[in-house]
């Protein structure tokens, strides 16, 4: 394969993929939003519409995948609401065509949750718990573990090697990004060692879909080892009086079904940073990726940069802020 990967995913390959598991596609074919990997609804003769996931090459392992399958399918068989992919006649559930591993989905529509209702995040903290009481019940051997000094590091190397980074802002990332990685670091070991458990990993919003029903996640990609928080903060924003009242709407449904060890809440802003850190590192990662040119046309500019360094000099100041305090 060439620099993208995806250029030889053409139409009939994913129809011929799809086809190669034993059903019959009937020419249907919509592309889904998805950077890291391809995704498409595919319609099924005499059938609902499938959803076929095209794994980015060399993104993960073959190993690593079969543990995001092997997880989705631990929870759903625990009546957790996750979308697991799908079986074939053999009890496959991941695939290989023309050099491409993917995997099949039912289609499950719904709608960003309300994070204003309180309730919901209530109903959120029950749902989260429900994953980490069956991550907690196994481990997670080819898959990343979310280690900040590592990841860190390997995000600061993948920019300053990328040639993304303006000539002029690069030793200001450079020295900036090393002090921010220290803060990071220093704030992780003051919180203690804390458990390391599988989890969904990416817990955004807008990986919630809900329905009358109620919520269920999709996009277990970043399936990983970690603390229990990293599936909790990102439902916060705000000042921190805002972001306490939200934690501890989270945390009255997660603790329904698993105690929570309130040192992990000095984590929450070691977790965001590393992740702001992360982000710029993977928009670097596939700046030659056509759907990257397209879909975030800022990266290519000088003022991302200086956007990206002002969040990590304030990101840095709140490394020196407390943790958010629940009041109880």
Known sequence: MNAHPYTSLKPEVILDAVESTGLRADGRLLALNSYENRVYQVGIEDAAPLVAKFYRPGRWSEA?????????????????????????????????HQGFLFALYPRQGGRSPDLERRENLVRIGRFIARIHA???????????????????????????????????????????????????????????????????????????????SGPHFVDLDDACSGPAVQDLWMFL????????????????????????????????TPLR??????????????????????????????????????????????????AIHLGI
């Open 64 to 96: 690593a995948i079969r543990e995001e399958h092997g997880f989705a399918l631990e929870l759903a068989a625990e009546e957790v609401p996750v979308v697991a992919p799908l079986r074939d006649a053999a009890g496959e559930t991941l695939h290989r």
């Open 134 to 212: 069956v991550g907690r019940a196994g481990t997670f051997q080819a898959r990343q573990r979310l280690d900040a000094a590592e990841l860190g590091e390997i995000a600061r190397e993948d920019v300053l090697e990328s040639e993304r980074l303006p000539i002029e802002l690069e030793s200001v990332y450079e020295d900036l990004s090393a002090d921010v990685l220290d803060r990071i670091l220093r704030r992780v070991a003051e919180a203690g060692s804390v458990p390391m458990i599988r989890l969904h990993g990416d817990t955004h919003p807008g990986n919630i879909l809900w329905t009358d």
């Open 237 to 268: 924003s705000g000042d921190t009086e805002e972001m306490s009242a939200q934690m501890l709407a989270l945390l009255e449904g997660y603790e329904t079904f698993v105690r929570f060890d309130r040192r992990e809440l000095a984590l929450i």
């Open 273 to 322: 940073t590393l992740r702001i850190l992360r982000h710029a590192a993977w928009l670097a990662r596939r700046a030659d990726d056509p759907a990257f040119v397209q879909a975030f046309p800022v990266f290519y500019t000088t003022r991302y940069w200086e956007e990206h360094i002002l969040t990590l000099r304030e990101q840095a100041a709140a490394l020196d802020e407390p």
